[in-house]
T-cell receptor, first 112, second 112 residues
Framework: GESVGLHLPTLSVQEGDNSIINCAYS??????FIWYKQESGKGPQFIID?????DKRQGQRVTVLLNKTVKHLSLQIAATQPGDSAVYFC???????????FGGGTRVLVKP | NAGVTQTPKFRVLKTGQSMTLLCAQD?????MYWYRQDPGMGLRLIHY???????AKGEVPDGYNVSRLKKQNFLLGLESAAPSQTSVYFC???????????FGSGTRLTVV
Protein backbone atom coordinates (compact mmCIF):
# COMPACT_ATOMS: atom_id res chain seq x y z
CA GLY A 1 0.00 0.00 0.00
CA GLU A 2 0.97 3.61 -0.24
CA SER A 3 2.72 5.13 2.71
CA VAL A 4 4.62 8.07 4.03
CA GLY A 5 8.23 7.48 5.00
CA LEU A 6 11.34 9.25 6.21
CA HIS A 7 14.84 8.82 4.79
CA LEU A 8 17.08 9.33 7.84
CA PRO A 9 16.45 7.95 11.29
CA THR A 10 18.86 10.34 13.08
CA LEU A 11 20.07 13.84 12.26
CA SER A 12 22.81 15.53 14.31
CA VAL A 13 22.91 19.31 14.05
CA GLN A 14 25.15 21.93 15.58
CA GLU A 15 23.31 24.49 17.65
CA GLY A 16 22.64 27.55 15.53
CA ASP A 17 22.75 25.70 12.24
CA ASN A 18 19.73 25.02 10.09
CA SER A 19 18.12 21.57 10.07
CA ILE A 20 16.45 19.89 7.16
CA ILE A 21 14.26 16.85 7.68
CA ASN A 22 13.03 14.98 4.63
CA CYS A 23 9.98 12.89 3.94
CA ALA A 24 8.95 10.93 0.86
CA TYR A 25 5.37 10.09 0.14
CA SER A 26 3.81 7.88 -2.48
CA UNK A 27 0.13 8.75 -2.40
CA UNK A 28 -0.46 11.22 -5.23
CA UNK A 29 -4.00 11.74 -3.93
CA UNK A 30 -2.86 13.21 -0.62
CA UNK A 31 -4.43 16.58 0.03
CA UNK A 32 -2.69 17.73 3.11
CA PHE A 33 0.64 17.20 4.86
CA ILE A 34 1.54 17.78 8.46
CA TRP A 35 4.75 17.84 10.48
CA TYR A 36 4.76 16.81 14.13
CA LYS A 37 7.39 17.08 16.84
CA GLN A 38 7.56 14.54 19.63
CA GLU A 39 9.75 15.13 22.65
CA SER A 40 10.77 12.27 24.89
CA GLY A 41 7.89 11.04 27.04
CA LYS A 42 5.37 13.34 25.43
CA GLY A 43 2.73 13.14 22.77
CA PRO A 44 3.26 14.46 19.24
CA GLN A 45 2.83 18.19 18.83
CA PHE A 46 1.60 19.86 15.66
CA ILE A 47 4.26 22.06 14.04
CA ILE A 48 3.09 23.12 10.62
CA ASP A 49 0.99 21.90 7.74
CA UNK A 50 0.70 22.47 4.02
CA UNK A 51 -1.98 21.77 1.47
CA UNK A 52 -1.26 20.00 -1.78
CA UNK A 53 -1.94 23.15 -3.83
CA UNK A 54 0.96 24.95 -2.11
CA ASP A 55 4.74 24.64 -2.54
CA LYS A 56 5.93 26.41 0.57
CA ARG A 57 4.65 27.54 3.89
CA GLN A 58 6.49 29.37 6.64
CA GLY A 59 5.98 29.46 10.35
CA GLN A 60 8.06 30.66 13.25
CA ARG A 61 11.59 29.37 12.49
CA VAL A 62 10.11 26.53 10.42
CA THR A 63 9.43 26.19 6.74
CA VAL A 64 7.75 23.30 4.98
CA LEU A 65 8.44 22.67 1.32
CA LEU A 66 6.37 20.43 -0.89
CA ASN A 67 7.61 19.09 -4.21
CA LYS A 68 4.74 17.25 -5.83
CA THR A 69 6.80 16.33 -8.88
CA VAL A 70 9.02 14.02 -6.88
CA LYS A 71 6.58 13.48 -4.02
CA HIS A 72 8.89 14.98 -1.44
CA LEU A 73 8.22 16.97 1.70
CA SER A 74 10.78 18.70 3.88
CA LEU A 75 10.85 20.58 7.15
CA GLN A 76 13.46 23.26 7.63
CA ILE A 77 14.27 24.54 11.09
CA ALA A 78 16.23 27.76 11.20
CA ALA A 79 18.88 28.39 13.86
CA THR A 80 18.34 25.05 15.58
CA GLN A 81 18.19 25.23 19.35
CA PRO A 82 18.64 22.57 22.06
CA GLY A 83 14.88 22.62 22.57
CA ASP A 84 14.47 21.39 19.01
CA SER A 85 15.92 18.01 19.94
CA ALA A 86 13.06 15.58 19.37
CA VAL A 87 11.63 13.09 16.93
CA TYR A 88 9.97 14.67 13.93
CA PHE A 89 7.55 12.88 11.70
CA CYS A 90 5.39 13.73 8.78
CA UNK A 91 1.88 12.63 7.98
CA UNK A 92 -0.27 12.82 4.92
CA UNK A 93 -4.02 12.96 4.63
CA UNK A 94 -6.18 11.85 1.75
CA UNK A 95 -9.62 13.37 2.05
CA UNK A 96 -11.29 11.02 -0.43
CA UNK A 97 -10.14 7.95 1.43
CA UNK A 98 -10.42 9.68 4.80
CA UNK A 99 -7.01 8.31 5.67
CA UNK A 100 -4.22 9.88 7.69
CA UNK A 101 -0.88 8.05 7.55
CA PHE A 102 2.10 8.79 9.76
CA GLY A 103 5.72 8.22 8.88
CA GLY A 104 8.19 6.47 11.16
CA GLY A 105 10.05 9.55 12.42
CA THR A 106 13.51 11.15 12.36
CA ARG A 107 15.39 11.93 15.53
CA VAL A 108 17.08 15.32 15.62
CA LEU A 109 19.96 15.75 18.07
CA VAL A 110 21.22 19.28 18.65
CA LYS A 111 24.87 19.51 19.71
CA PRO A 112 25.89 22.47 21.88
CA ASN B 1 -4.59 24.10 30.21
CA ALA B 2 -6.99 22.92 27.52
CA GLY B 3 -6.02 19.75 25.78
CA VAL B 4 -6.20 16.00 25.80
CA THR B 5 -5.78 14.09 29.05
CA GLN B 6 -5.01 10.40 29.20
CA THR B 7 -5.21 8.12 32.21
CA PRO B 8 -3.36 6.16 33.39
CA LYS B 9 0.15 7.13 32.31
CA PHE B 10 1.66 3.73 33.00
CA ARG B 11 0.24 0.27 33.49
CA VAL B 12 1.52 -3.28 33.70
CA LEU B 13 -0.93 -6.06 32.92
CA LYS B 14 -0.72 -9.80 33.02
CA THR B 15 -1.69 -11.72 29.91
CA GLY B 16 -5.43 -12.20 29.84
CA GLN B 17 -6.28 -9.26 32.07
CA SER B 18 -8.56 -6.49 30.90
CA MET B 19 -8.33 -2.75 31.28
CA THR B 20 -9.73 0.53 30.01
CA LEU B 21 -7.77 3.58 28.96
CA LEU B 22 -9.52 6.89 29.35
CA CYS B 23 -9.14 9.90 27.09
CA ALA B 24 -10.76 13.24 27.82
CA GLN B 25 -10.67 16.45 25.77
CA ASP B 26 -12.04 19.85 26.63
CA UNK B 27 -11.80 21.51 23.21
CA UNK B 28 -15.24 20.45 21.98
CA UNK B 29 -13.62 18.45 19.16
CA UNK B 30 -15.84 16.17 17.15
CA UNK B 31 -13.13 13.71 16.14
CA MET B 32 -11.21 11.51 18.51
CA TYR B 33 -8.65 8.80 17.85
CA TRP B 34 -6.66 6.07 19.52
CA TYR B 35 -3.20 5.27 18.19
CA ARG B 36 -0.48 2.92 19.24
CA GLN B 37 3.17 3.75 18.76
CA ASP B 38 5.76 1.03 18.43
CA PRO B 39 9.48 1.43 17.70
CA GLY B 40 10.17 1.78 13.99
CA MET B 41 6.49 1.60 13.05
CA GLY B 42 5.20 5.07 13.65
CA LEU B 43 1.68 5.78 14.80
CA ARG B 44 -0.98 3.29 13.81
CA LEU B 45 -4.67 4.02 14.12
CA ILE B 46 -6.62 1.58 16.28
CA HIS B 47 -10.11 3.10 16.35
CA TYR B 48 -11.59 6.51 15.88
CA UNK B 49 -14.83 8.41 16.39
CA UNK B 50 -16.42 11.11 14.28
CA UNK B 51 -18.79 12.22 17.00
CA UNK B 52 -20.62 11.27 20.16
CA UNK B 53 -22.08 7.79 19.95
CA UNK B 54 -20.02 6.78 16.90
CA UNK B 55 -16.95 4.58 16.52
CA ALA B 56 -15.06 3.14 13.58
CA LYS B 57 -12.20 0.73 13.03
CA GLY B 58 -8.78 1.94 12.11
CA GLU B 59 -5.72 0.16 10.81
CA VAL B 60 -5.14 -2.22 13.73
CA PRO B 61 -8.46 -2.70 15.61
CA ASP B 62 -8.19 -6.36 16.60
CA GLY B 63 -8.11 -6.98 20.34
CA TYR B 64 -9.46 -3.52 21.18
CA ASN B 65 -12.88 -1.99 21.70
CA VAL B 66 -13.89 1.63 22.09
CA SER B 67 -16.83 3.70 23.25
CA ARG B 68 -17.78 7.38 22.87
CA LEU B 69 -20.76 7.84 25.15
CA LYS B 70 -19.92 11.49 25.77
CA LYS B 71 -18.41 13.90 23.28
CA GLN B 72 -15.48 14.71 25.53
CA ASN B 73 -14.52 11.12 26.38
CA PHE B 74 -13.16 8.27 24.28
CA LEU B 75 -12.47 4.97 26.01
CA LEU B 76 -10.16 2.24 24.74
CA GLY B 77 -10.67 -1.24 26.16
CA LEU B 78 -8.51 -4.33 26.07
CA GLU B 79 -10.67 -7.36 26.82
CA SER B 80 -7.87 -9.93 27.14
CA ALA B 81 -4.44 -8.37 27.04
CA ALA B 82 -1.65 -10.02 25.05
CA PRO B 83 2.11 -9.31 25.03
CA SER B 84 1.72 -8.02 21.45
CA GLN B 85 -0.30 -5.16 22.89
CA THR B 86 2.69 -3.83 24.77
CA SER B 87 3.01 -0.34 23.36
CA VAL B 88 2.59 3.34 23.98
CA TYR B 89 -0.99 4.42 23.38
CA PHE B 90 -1.89 7.93 22.31
CA CYS B 91 -5.26 9.55 22.18
CA UNK B 92 -5.84 12.53 19.91
CA UNK B 93 -8.66 14.82 18.97
CA UNK B 94 -9.32 17.23 16.14
CA UNK B 95 -11.90 19.67 14.91
CA UNK B 96 -11.90 18.17 11.44
CA UNK B 97 -10.79 14.78 10.15
CA UNK B 98 -7.15 14.94 9.19
CA UNK B 99 -6.72 18.38 10.69
CA UNK B 100 -4.04 19.35 13.17
CA UNK B 101 -4.41 16.86 15.93
CA UNK B 102 -3.98 17.52 19.63
CA PHE B 103 -2.39 14.51 21.28
CA GLY B 104 -2.41 13.37 24.86
CA SER B 105 0.82 12.56 26.66
CA GLY B 106 0.43 8.82 26.19
CA THR B 107 -0.07 5.64 28.20
CA ARG B 108 2.80 3.20 28.39
CA LEU B 109 1.32 -0.29 28.64
CA THR B 110 3.33 -3.42 29.29
CA VAL B 111 1.73 -6.83 29.07
CA VAL B 112 3.70 -9.62 30.71
Amino acid sequence: GESVGLHLPTLSVQEGDNSIINCAYSNSASDYFIWYKQESGKGPQFIIDIRSNMDKRQGQRVTVLLNKTVKHLSLQIAATQPGDSAVYFCADFEAAGNKLTFGGGTRVLVKP
Amino acid sequence: NAGVTQTPKFRVLKTGQSMTLLCAQDMNHEYMYWYRQDPGMGLRLIHYSVGEGTTAKGEVPDGYNVSRLKKQNFLLGLESAAPSQTSVYFCASSYVRGGGYTFGSGTRLTVV
